[in-house]
T-cell receptor, first 113, second 111 residues
Framework: KAGVTQTPRYLIKTRGQQVTLSCSPI?????VSWYQQTPGQGLQFLFE???????NKGNFPGRFSGRQFSNSRSEMNVSTLELGDSALYLC????????????FGQGTRLTVV | GEDVEQSLFLSVREGDSSVINCTYT??????LYWYKQEPGAGLQLLTY?????DMKQDQRLTVLLNKKDKHLSLRIADTQTGDSAIYFC???????????FGQGTELSVKP
């Protein structure tokens, strides 16, 4: 069974640009969460989607947005990139919104220059 | 409020036991988790414990929970060099949803 797949693995963008990251959950999983990992702030929750609906949102500016498609794949978008957005973005997949276990992908390493 | 604290570094000798500690503040936490992160990789779920349990054992891993003191620990028996990684403690207020992570403890295992 394939794990959580995040694409691309690495990305370099310029300040002011926008970026879209993709996450395909484990087959059959319907809940997807996103996290940002930086050396300074550690792992921080961005948002969670279940059945195409945002269920929970972290404390990030509106430049960070996401969505989930009917096949449970999710995308997150960051507009007007800032240097501080450089981070590892991790996606976690759960079977359902009451599932206990969350499984993470390898992450997308975003560098903003 | 939600806050999870961990010590940043731990160094042990191969074959010894490692104990990684974590404290959390939210008494509403329902599940507490341990994740492992190797360099350049995502997070690997190691184990979790429900907040009404005191202990959970899974092969070389033992999780102890002191709910009164809001203290969680992960013991790794017979630590191997392959266990070198960063270990994160996390809490959730409901099953597996929004996870609040500690800063991570970097475990270094010396031969």
């Amino acid at each position: 069974k394939a794990g959580v797949t995040q694409t691309p693995r690495y990305l370099i963008k310029t300040r002011g640009q926008q970026v879209t990251l993709s996450c395909s959950p484990i087959s059959g999983h319907r809940s997807v969460s996103w996290y940002q990992q930086t050396p300074g702030q550690g792992l921080q929750f961005l948002f969670e989607y279940f059945s195409e609906t945002q269920r929970n949102k972290g404390n990030f500016p509106g430049r960070f947005s996401g969505r989930q498609f009917s096949n449970s794949r999710s995308e997150m978008n960051v507009s007007t990139l800032e240097l501080g957005d450089s981070a590892l973005y991790l996606c976690a997949s759960r079977l359902g919104d009451q599932a206990i276990e969350a499984f993470f992908g390898q992450g997308t390493r975003l560098t903003v220059v | 409020g939600e806050d999870v604290e961990q010590s940043l570094f731990l160094s042990v000798r191969e074959g010894d036991s490692s104990v990684i500690n974590c404290t959390y503040t939210d008494s509403s936490s329902t599940y507490l988790y341990w994740y492992k992160q190797e360099p350049g990789a995502g997070l690997q779920l190691l184990t979790y414990i429900f907040s009404n349990m005191d202990m959970k054992q899974d092969q070389r891993l033992t999780v102890l929970l002191n709910k009164k003191d809001k203290h969680l620990s992960l013991r790794i028996a017979d630590t191997q060099t392959g266990d070198s990684a960063i270990y994160f403690c996390a809490e959730s207020l409901y099953q597996g949803g929004k996870l609040i992570f500690g800063q991570g403890t970097e475990l270094s295992v010396k031969p």
